[in-house]
């Protein structure tokens, strides 16, 4: 069953996702040759903690970590490792979802370490402008999926594919709630969009096939062609007009409104 949130709901999810916009914008300084994944992770752990956000992935079916660092063919689902050193070239997947007195925001950004090859650039570019135009489509009115044709048909016409074994979510005092958000299809499908609908939209693109292999450790979901791959998200809210982004610190919604 898909939830319709109030006003005062949607507040609550602006106040951590601009927590998270802010912490993301911190990663841009520390996401750096030489540094490892867990010591990023530890790090975001400390901001969560200062900002008293809760993690809703540590704990989630096991999982340890209060993010997922995923690097180069890595789509997802990436585990903070110690021994896992960033180098330059490198492009470093992270995604974050926490709570923030009860309600969450899910945020994901891949960054480029230093000197990275010219299709890696292309293809994290790329990948911004595909979030973007899903997320113009979450307007009232309009079908669930066409923010699914809009993200595949953007990824496409880069060149590039959209892996189709993960997808976007609702969210609001979970971390996963209806409806499931697909990164392909065609428009026209699946439930109207209606004000107060809040939704994480996350395309995975990859410079080669969409198709994916789990790793030995259970979580991280690699290309199976070994082709390089990135992941985007935004935690988005349904209004009468524009989408209103929570994760961009343009999410916040005023007392009167």
């Not at 309600?103 to 090859?117: L, P």
């Not at 496409?156 to 005092?173: L, M, S």
Request: proline share 3%; hydrophobic share 40%; aromatic share 4%.
């Amino acid at each position: 069953m898909i939830t319709i949130k109030n006003k005062a709901t949607i507040r609550k999810m602006a106040q951590a996702g601009s927590l998270l916009d802010k912490l993301f914008k911190e990663l841009t300084l520390r996401v750096q040759p030489g540094v490892t994944t867990a010591e990023l992770d530890a790090f975001i752990a400390q901001r969560l903690a200062e900002g008293k956000m809760l993690s809703r992935t540590k704990g989630y079916k096991g999982y340890q970590h209060v993010s997922c660092i995923s690097i180069n063919d890595e789509v997802v689902h990436g585990i903070p490792r110690a021994d896992r050193f960033l180098r330059d070239g490198d492009l470093v997947s992270i995604d974050v979802c926490a709570s923030l007195n009860g309600y969450c925001a899910d945020m994901a950004r891949t960054f480029c370490v230093g000197n990275v090859i010219s299709l890696a650039r292309q293809l994290n570019d790329a990948a911004q402008q595909v979030l973007d135009k899903g997320i113009e489509q979450a307007r009232e009115g309009n079908h669930l999926s066409d923010i699914s044709a809009a993200i595949q048909q953007e990824a496409e016409k880069h060149g590039f594919a959209v892996v189709r074994d993960f997808a976007g979510h609702g969210i609001g005092k979970n971390m996963h709630e209806d409806p499931e958000v697909l990164n392909y299809g065609v428009p026209g499908k699946g439930p109207i969009l209606r004000a107060g609908m809040t939704l994480a939209i996350e395309p995975m693109i990859t410079t080669g096939s969409y198709e994916v292999v789990i790793e030995r450790d259970g979580w991280t979901a690699s290309t199976a062609d070994g082709s390089l791959a990135v992941h985007v998200e935004d935690t988005v809210a349904i209004t009468d007009g524009q989408p209103l982004i929570l994760t961009r610190g343009m999410g916040i919604v005023r007392e009167d409104a």
